[in-house]
Each structure stands twice: as C-alpha cells, then as structure tokens.
C-alpha cells in the first residue's frame, strides 16, 4: 500500500516538474545532485550520508514549507530522511529504522529527492547511496543466543563420559569459526565444532557439584563473543540411610494434648554427607493417632487418644514402622519399629444411662418400699480398678426427710416416710425432687448430679357424698325451657380433688321425650331441656349420680310440676261457614249452630263467650254467654237494609272463648286468662224477587276447620269416630225426609224454569226449605 502511495506521489511530481521546464521556467536547482553517497551497515540513527543545497532565482521566492523531501526510493526503503542544515542546505541521515543491515539487505539505494519553492519553480535529482560492509562478530543461536545455559548431569555410571552439549554459532560474515573453554578444565573439552563433552563420570560426593564454563566463539578477524554454560552434578541415591536413634519404646498418658512431642527419630544418608539432609520420615502405614514430622523425624500426637476406648481399652500398646527414604525417593529406605505404651488415667466421670428420673409411687407406699436402683444405670469407663469406682451421696432436695440411701452410697433409694394425700402434715405435695451426687473415689473426683421426680400418685379410697339424703324441687309446668330448677351437691375426701361429674341415670322421661331435664356434669345445676305440662304429668323422680371417675354415689330428686292455667280453650270446630234469610225470626238458633269448647286445665263453668269483631249493628250473640262450655248462636235483632241501617250482607265474626268466668274482676288483671278463637261466616240472604214453584230441594254446605295439639293424640280419634256416626246419622235422615215429602207433599206441575236473576243456589234452597216447611204445616 505504502509503494502505490508513493509511486502515484512521484508520478504527480515528475508532471509538475515536467509542465515547470516546459513552461521556461527553471529558476530552482539542486546543486550537489544528482551524486552518489556512502554510508556503514548498522549505522544508528542520524548518521550523515550526503549534503546538497538548493539555489533559487533572483527572485525573492523561499523554499516551500516541507521541502525538500524524498518522495521515492528503489527499493523502497524508510532508512533514509532529509533534515535541514545551514541556509539552503540539507542533509541526508539515516532513520535507524530499520537498521542497514549489508548481509541481509539491498547494497545500494535509489533516493529521488524533489524540491519546490514558493514561486511554484521545483526541481527533482538522484542520490545513489551505497552500504558498506563491516566485520560483525559472530552470533551465538539457540539457548546460548540471550541466556545462560544449565546442565545437569547425574553422577556415577548414569551420565558416562561424553558429549553432553552442542553449541550453536554464525558469522554474518560467514568466514571461518573457532571454539575455546575458560577455565581449562580436565573434566570437560569443547570441539572445533562446538561440541562440549565430559571426560569423565562424576562422584558427588567427591567432585565439585557445579561447573561453570566461558565459551568463547572467534571468526577470522578476531572479534569473538562469550557465553556461559553452567554444569550441575546431581546426587543419586546409592547409598541407604541409617537410624542414629537408640530409643524404640516411649510412654504417653491417654489424653495427651494433639500436637505432644512423643520423641524425635533421626537418620543419616551417606548419599548427603556435608550438605542438608535430604531424607523423608514417614509411618508405614499411617496411624490415626500419631504423625511424623516428615523433615525432622520428630513423632506428635496426631489426635485425641482415648485409653478407655476400644480397641486401646485391651490393647494399650502401640506399634510404629518408622521409614525414612531419600529425597527425591529412588529406592533407597530404611524402617525401624517403635512402641507407645498408652497409660490410664482416671480422666472420666461416673456415667448414668439417665440423669433424670421420673418415678411414681402410690401414696399409700409403706415405708422401706425400695424405689430406684441407681447403680444398675450408672458405669465408670475408665479402665483401672482405681479410676473406675464409685459411690452415690448428697441426697437432698424438696422431701428428702421421706427417702434415703440404704445402705449408704449405694444408690438404693428407699421411702421412709408417708406419704398420704390426707395427711395434714404433707401438704397435699404432688412430686418430690431429689439430687443425688455420683462421685469418683479417686482423684480429680469427677461428679455428675442425679435428678429423681417423684410423683405421687393419688389413690381413690373415698366415695363421693352427696350433702342431702335426697332433693325436692317445684316448678311451674310454663317454666321455659333452659331454667335451672335446682342444684345437687356431692363431696369427696379424696386429695388432690379430681373433681365430681354429675348425671341422671333413670327417670325424667316421657313418651314424647328420652329426658326433660339435664344436669350440668361439673356444677350439679339441673335444668329444664323441655315443656313440663301438668295435665300430663305431676311428679317426676330422678337418679342423680355424682362421680370421681372410680367410686360412685346417687341421690333421689323429686321435680313436683306446678299447674297453672296454661291450656286454651279448644272449640270444634274453629271455622264455620252459615247462611240465614233475611226475615228470620229473632231469637232464632242460627243454622242450629251451637258452638263446644274444652280446656284441659279449666271446669267447663269457666267459660265465657264473646264477639270480639265483626258483630256490626250487634245482630248475634251467643246463649249462654258464660258458665257453660256449650253455647248457642242467637240472632239479637232483625235486619234492616231498606232504610239503609244495614248494608252488609256477609258477616265474618271473630268469637272469643276465656276461660275466666270464675274469676273476680279484680283477680282478672293478675291471672293467666287463656284465650280459644272462632271464625264464623255468616251470609245473610235476601228475599227472592220471583216465587217459584220448583220441587223443594236442599243443599247443605258445611266447612270445618280444627286445629289440635300435637299432645291430644285422643282428639282426632274420637272426631274421626264421630265424623262417622254423623253421616250414618245424617244419611238416615235424609232418607227419612226424602220418603216423608214424596207422602205428604205430591209433585205440582212443572214450574217455570228460567233462572232467578243473581240468586246464588244456597240461597235458592234455603228459601225453598222455608217454603216448604210453611205449606207443609198448613
């Protein structure tokens, strides 16, 4: 890329000094050029080559800025600049980039040397410069080129005599090499080729262990250059180490610290006579509780050492195979066997299975009643009848007067005391806590504390009683349900008190019900569950049972039911449908309608009977109004709908039945008054606006309506039997009637059929009964 660059520069240079001469004006020259310069291989950098100057017209131009300037070579080449000299003189220097080298690079270059000056006038020469060559001394190659070679050779017949290094060497010059060695030396020689060789095997432990040689390598003309090459003699192992250490058999206490100096083993290595040692230590094969140092041969304590541990506890002696090899390992090992004797110590504390014991003991336990054994949990591990005995003391603790050690020291603990729950002088004490001391009998006089809970467990001797030989309580049978009635109460001498659970265990039920009362099991509270009714039943005894979860008791209670007025009166039925004309005679019995009522809890002489609404211009009433649990249906006053007095035709009556006739006014505001209702609809018929002479005819239309306690299973009984006898009844007297009007009363001619305009059928047959019963008569 550079060359194209600069061809295409001296391309446009050669046309602007062409079009310069053409055009007449060559005013600016190069003296001194074109020439030929001469310059050193390996010249440096601003080494003067040639001179020139430029000569301008006498015109007042100067030399353009940056010129002149070298604007090609051949070869191409950067080894060459222009810098400038004294007024209008230049010098060619060498850049030192790259260095001129005369055996490796062209021998002559071609430098075009261009000049321009501020007149546009430019001038182009050629300076030839020449290298010239210069003896260089010669060069080593290879490792020797820029270090210092190392060699190593083994001693003894493993490095025979002979070549042991080649040098490598040139001359730029390529004349003739020769070789030399400094110090002379009878143990090496070097070659007029450059060979280095040994003259002899080496002994290490006799010879020097290092060589240092100067070689030096010189061409015809007598330059030379040197480099050194350094020959190390390596020791083998051919000699076998050897202990210096007496000693074989060391004592240590179990327990010794990690890291404890047992003893120190020491050997000698022929092979290392005069210089640092360099033999290994090691244990063959590794032991888990001893190391060795591997450069000192000093023997440590690698970790715990536990005498009282298996398999030291049979077997306390320990055996070493101390080796030591030479460095680096060849082949060349020693061992030797040393014992550790591992001594006991007494260095462990009794030891319990447990150190917490809970016991329960019954508190009526008799004294001497043996409670714990505490040697059969208890062990000393350590190996020597003198480290491993023990014995139990200290006893103390909340209750220690009740127990002791019997016999002493002997872990045996034994009640001494009482223990009963109802003795005063115990206090009711649940558990008992106790320390016991576990001691060595040899020094240090390890201690370990026992712990020993002792509950006592309470024992039921007593049974509950109840603090009444029996119980009667009275309720009013309107008492809601969830009142409490009464309360039972039991004892127990038993301590501590667990407690007494109440229940009923028989009576209290009925036919509705498995139990109408229930008993709080803690407190004894008795409580109604449901409705008493007197008129059912009076009296209910019970079976209370007070319990301590072992021992019972029971107690009879009577619940005697108060009565009170709390039944309505009950009529059948409760909803009546009637129809009457309009012209019926005063003090009639409507229908023959009669009203009958009952009430449980009440004589029937307590009844009485009123219209409560309904009853407009008070046309009905009922006789007798009071005193009697039957009562008529009565028309009190005639209707009057032509002067517009009266303008209802359908009556609905709401009849009030009480069942406080018996009552004194005054008690009437303070007394349960029960209340039994009827409905009754009455339609009031009007007279027929045409006479008919139709076949008399009847229709009875009667609707009823009870409504009965869930309790007076007997009542739909005898209505369901009365239904039945009423319509055997009333079929007979139909019969009756039907054969008394076809003897009495013969069929008329047929009457006119068109229908009585808005006259309802009931009314129609009712008019026609009236009819007939009149014309009957007559």
């Not at 001296?10 to 001469?38: D, H, K, M, Y």
């Not at 006014?665 to 009007?686: D, Y």
Request: aromatic share 10%.
């Amino acid at each position: 890329m550079d060359g194209r660059i600069l061809e295409k520069r001296q391309n446009i240079f050669f046309l602007l000094v062409l079009l310069g001469r053409i055009s007449g004006r060559e005013t600016l020259s190069l003296n001194g050029l074109p020439a030929t310069g001469n310059v050193t291989e390996n010249s440096s950098a601003y080494v003067l080559v040639y001179t020139f100057s430029v000569t301008l017209s006498p015109s007042p131009s100067e030399v353009a800025p940056g010129y002149p300037l070298i604007i090609n070579s051949n070869p191409l080449t950067k080894a060459f600049r222009i810098d400038p000299g004294a007024t209008h003189t230049y010098k060619v220097v060498t850049t030192g980039d790259p260095v001129l080298d005369y055996e490796t690079m062209p021998n002559s270059f071609d430098l075009q040397i261009y000049v321009n000056d501020t007149a546009g006038a430019s001038d182009l020469q050629i300076l030839t410069v020449q290298i010239t060559d210069v003896n260089e001394p010669p060069v080593f190659r290879g490792n020797l080129a820029d270090q210092t070679v190392m060699i190593y050779i083994l001693e003894g017949n493993r490095t025979p005599p002979g070549i042991i290094y080649q040098i490598d060497a040139s001359d730029p010059e390529q004349s003739q090499l020769t070789y030399s060695c400094t110090p002379v030396s009878e143990s090496f020689t070097v070659s007029q080729t450059g060979t280095i060789s040994s003259t002899k095997e080496f002994d290490f432990e006799r010879d020097p262990h290092i060589y240092v040689l100067n070689v030096t390598v010189t061409d015809h003309l007598g330059l030379s250059t040197t480099r050194t090459v350094i020959v190390n003699i390596i020791n083998i192992n051919d000699e076998t180490p050897y202990f210096t250490t007496k000693e074989k058999v060391y004592r240590i206490p179990e327990e010794t610290s990690p890291g404890t100096v047992v003893g120190n083993i020491t050997a000698k290595d022929p092979d290392g006579e005069g210089i640092v040692s360099t033999l290994v230590y090691s244990i063959s094969p590794p032991n888990m509780h001893f190391s060795i140092n591997p450069f000192t041969g000093v023997i440590y304590v690698a970790m715990r050492i536990d005498r009282d541990a298996a398999p030291l506890r049979l077997h306390p002696n320990i055996s070493l195979v101390i080796r030591v090899e030479d460095n680096p390992s060849g082949g060349q090992m020693n061992e030797m066997e040393v014992t550790i004797i591992i001594e006991d110590l007494n260095d462990n504390p009794p030891e319990c299975s447990f150190y917490n014991f809970r016991l329960e003991v019954y508190e009526t336990a008799t004294a001497g009643t043996l409670l714990l054994g505490l040697r059969d949990h208890c062990q000393d591990i350590d190996v020597e009848p003198s480290n491993n005995e023990f014995n139990f003391t200290g006893l103390s603790g909340l209750g220690s007067n009740k127990f002791t050690l019997n016999p002493s020291g002997s872990g045996r603990i034994v009640l001494i005391g009482d223990l009963d729950f109802e003795n005063p002088d115990n206090l009711a004490v649940e558990e008992y806590t106790l320390t016991v001391v576990v001691q060595d009998i040899a020094q240090p006089y390890y201690t370990n504390n026992i712990y020993i809970y002792i509950k006592i467990t309470p024992v039921n001797e007593f049974f509950p009683v109840f603090n009444s030989p029996s119980y009667v309580f009275s309720v009013s049978e309107i008492t809601r349900a969830g009142s409490s009635i009464g309360e039972v109460r039991a004892t127990d001498k038993d301590l501590p008190f667990t407690g007494i659970t109440y229940s009923i265990v028989a009576g209290g039920g009925t036919l509705s019900y498995t139990n109408i009362f229930w008993i709080d099991p803690n407190e004894g509270n008795l409580e109604i569950i449901a409705t008493l009714d007197y008129e059912t039943t009076q009296k209910y005894i019970l079976t209370v049972q007070a319990s301590d979860t072992e021992k019972l008791a029971t107690v009879s209670v009577t619940i005697n039911v108060l009565e009170v007025n709390d039944e309505k009166p009950v009529c059948s039925a409760n909803t009546y449908s009637l129809a009457i004309p309009v012209d019926l005679t005063v003090g009639t019995n409507i229908e023959g309608f009669r009203i009958e009522c009952v009430d449980r809890d009440s004589s029937p002489r307590s009844f009485r009977y009123f219209i409560n609404s309904g009853n407009v211009n008070n046309h009905f009433t009922f006789s007798p109004s009071a005193g009697s649990n039957i009562s008529q249906l009565i028309l009190a006053s005639r209707f009057d709908y032509d002067s517009g007095l009266d303008t209802i035709w359908d009556y609905r009556l709401h009849v009030y039945i009480t069942d406080d006739n018996l009552l004194s006014g005054s008690n009437r505001a303070t007394a349960l008054i029960e209340t039994g209702t009827v409905t009754l609809s009455i339609k009031v018929i009007p007279n027929p606006t045409t006479t008919t002479t139709t076949t008399p005819a009847i229709t009875l239309l009667i609707r009823t309506e009870n409504v009965y306690s869930e309790s007076a299973w007997y009542v739909p009984f005898l209505i369901t039997v009365g239904s039945m006898l009423l319509l055997g009844l009333l079929g007979y007297l139909a019969f009756l009637l039907a054969k008394y009007i076809r003897t009495y009363c013969p069929p008329k001619p047929k009457a006119d059929k068109r229908p009585l305009k808005n006259t309802p059928g009931m009314y129609l047959f009712l008019m026609l009964l009236l009819l007939l019963k009149n014309k009957c008569t007559t």
